[in-house]
DNA sequence: CCAATGATTCGATAAATGTAGAATTATGAA
DNA sequence: TTCATAATTCTACATTTATCGAATCATTGG
């Protein structure tokens, strides 16, 4: 994955109501949610969801499908994926995070 | 780790510059770099460079310590691993991630 | 003390981001 | 067609972010 779509991967999950869209999504599988339901749940205008659900799927981040009338957000695992390997290559000493904290184990694991 | 902290972590994470500054200070380990050589490596004036390693501090994931005239910067690697294991535990669907690649299958837990 | 070095802070400026109402587009139903 | 629903795009505005020269602060050496 390059540098560049890391980086604006991270920053469409660097902003609350994104993040908290993305994890919404995680939860939701590939069955998805529609934009207006998700506005909605986070108490956030139609208009103003757009635009975020906009930075997450320019980011690769989020996919879309029509269904209806409504648009159906799924997350895309693949490039999260890309993400978290990216981090871990580089961003943690090439450590490939062995028995450390990386791998969904309790951070106060590693208290050395 | 606390959302708002992962936030502030992924917005320092998600700017060029910045990036590039924590890649070297996790390959540079505890002996860590000056602020200075981290200018002069980017191609970054000193007072941009400031501004970065200040988002950088202000979000956790360096530290700081004088060395003589020099201000030397580290990497912090507990708080790489906190945002990395809050991702995988809420941005990867809750897989553990240890027989997959960081959380490489798509939750299917949409099965019933 | 005085000058030099390493770094930050200040100041101004340009660009990107976040917000949200109003208008618009797309779909489905009567 | 006409209306209602779902979502986006448009528009304006306030806030935040990024940049970088100039000024300032901290430390060391003469």
Redesign the interface.
Known sequence: MQ?DL???A??A????HR?AV??LL??????GIPAGVLAERLGVPPSSMSFHLTQLANAGLVTQRRESRSIIYSAN?AA??GV??Y??E?????VP?DD????????DR?SA
């Open positions: 540098p890391v980086i604006r991270l920053g999950l660097a902003q609350e993040l993305f994890r995680v939860q939701a599988g590939a069955e695992y999260m994926n978290m390997s981090l871990t580089n961003c943690c000493g090439g995070c450390a904290a990386i791998c969904g184990l309790t951070p590693k």
